[in-house]
């Protein structure tokens, strides 16, 4: 799954262990999150929407779409 | 990042420690051998392969616990990896350092339980070693409360990549020691002994655990 968490961070300049310490989680969780690594919890990824005050899907990138019946 | 830097980190990470570590393994043996006049097949003899196996398991584990405790004790070592020249701070530093001597803890535990299984054993009476079977006890019990610490302390990406190895693990080990006692059990002329089964279940945890970790981004 694709994510814009670094775009978001950058756009913020923030590093990698000041967003790591604005969440509560270690600066390894965040560079694996943004590397494509790490799929977060939903916990974590909501607390990144919040933080970033977007939309969740906005932050990581998902392009299934259901099948029609 | 591009397909160049990737092959450079792996260049970096692995391959060029992987032909250190041998010249200097080599260059150690062969000083061993030929300077100090330890006879190294003589040393070895006596020893079946298990046994071999987990010695040289052991003293991996100690140079880890070695590698890890050293990583504590050095910012500079421990920001190398970090992107854009970032560095970690004051707070992540005393977040880490327990971690990493934790992790040390338990690796020295291990390497302590595999040398003493592995050096003691043939016709031996149960009495007489009461005391290592003591210190093995503690051992376990040592690395038991680090690990729940050490689960305790990280956040969720230690959590899920430590799931994800006991799940690969146990699948595995579970696949190994069944086939194992099976070609035992029906006379195929294979030993099953308990340091056999210690042997492939710290193995195959520490090697999944490597992997998975490698591939998590963790390590």
Redesign the interface.
Known sequence: MENRLKDLRMQREW???EL??RL??????I??VE?D??D??LP?ALHMAKLFGVPVDEIFIDYWQPEED | MSTENTKKSWLRRWLIPMIIGAIFGYSAIWLLDNVVGVDIKAAMQGYSTAQLLAMLMSVLFVLIAVILLALSFSAKALSANLPDGEELDEAELKEMTPMLRLSALAMSAYAVILWLLSTISGDVNGSSHLGHLLIIAVMVAVQLGVNILLWIRHDELYKAIMRETAGISYILIEMIIILWAAASIFGFGISFNPLDVVLVMLSVYFVVGTVVSVRRGFA
């Open positions: 590093s990698q262990g790591a310490r509560g989680v270690s600066r390894q969780t560079n694996a590397t690594k790490y977060p919890s974590l």
